[in-house]
């Protein structure tokens, strides 16, 4: 899979499976990171997934000022690194300021821009210089089309796809506003991203309910699979789904989070439904 040739210690690049970004939606520890990737990598390993972890050094983005917000910057990153060195595995973690760029790509292998922030020159622009792959996440005001703005910002900045060795930008659609408190998505922007970059599905902020009056976003979980289907069957390039041992007691998102119980069973369904699109 050229599209994943910059990412290291990547594995099962030519099993022709869709990739996956996984994890919990904030570190909240060394043993939870160490113990959910543990579980993720069992399962990818088995079915042949090119699989990267997922974990948010901090969460800057929060509906109320006393939301959890993160362990500490450096405590986290240093988290990250040490699953990435355990497992020998890429990590991805988003950041909210340009400062946060360099200081974050010491430590992991892909920089994620929030979908709220997307539009930030400075901060895409600082992610791209670090020669990192850079995922930027569709704001969820934002159409399709708008993200090859985005994705050529990226290319602007110095890391360009064209070259075979380069790093790369990825798109992730994490849903549209669907008036006030809920997200839709809109399966006929798949395509369309996939002309500018390589496309992920961000499964579970998809089925976010934000702007809750008690100040605590809500979700849909029991969609989870629904949606995922529905992105294999698209032409998906990868998928994003966060998940924990513990959803109703995760520090962050909870609400929408997959249970790490139920992954091997929804990530099996959808190798194989990988494998029946993939002979149309």
Known sequence: MNILIAIPKLKHTDSNNFFLL??????????????????????????????????????????????????????ALKILRRVSETFDVPTVTDIHEASDASMAAEFVDVLQIPAFLVRQTDLVVAAAKTGKVVNLKKGQFMSPEAMKHAV????????????????????TDRGTMFGYQDMIVDFRGIPTMRQYAPTV????????????????????????????????????????????????????????????????????????????????
């Not at 974990?55 to 910057?73: M, Q």
């Not at 050529?152 to 798109?171: E, H, M, P, Y």
């Not at 698209?234 to 041992?245: A, K, P, Q, R, S």
Request: a neutral charge.
């Open 152 to 171: 050529q910002k990226v290319k602007d900045a110095g890391n360009d796809t064209s070259t075979a060795l380069s790093n790369q930008a990825w798109i």
């Open 22 to 75: 996984c994890g919990p939606c904030a570190i909240e520890g060394e043993d939870m990171a160490l113990r959910i990737a543990e579980r993720v990598i069992s399962i990818t390993d088995k079915l042949k997934i090119p699989y990267v972890f997922k974990g948010s050094f901090k969460k800057a983005n929060r509906s109320r000022i006393d939301s959890f917000t993160g362990i500490g910057n450096e405590k």
């Open 201 to 280: 599905l961000d499964v579970t902020h998809s089925l976010q309910q934000p702007n809750q009056t008690i100040g605590v976003t809500g979700g849909r979980p029991d969609m989870i699979e629904t949606i995922a289907r529905a992105g294999i069957v698209n032409n998906v390039d990868g998928l994003f789904i966060e998940t924990h041992y513990d959803p109703s007691n995760a520090k962050s998102d909870g609400a929408n989070m997959l249970h790490l119980d139920n992954l091997e069973g929804l990530l099996t369904n959808l190798v194989a439904i990988r494998k029946l699109v993939s002979t149309f």
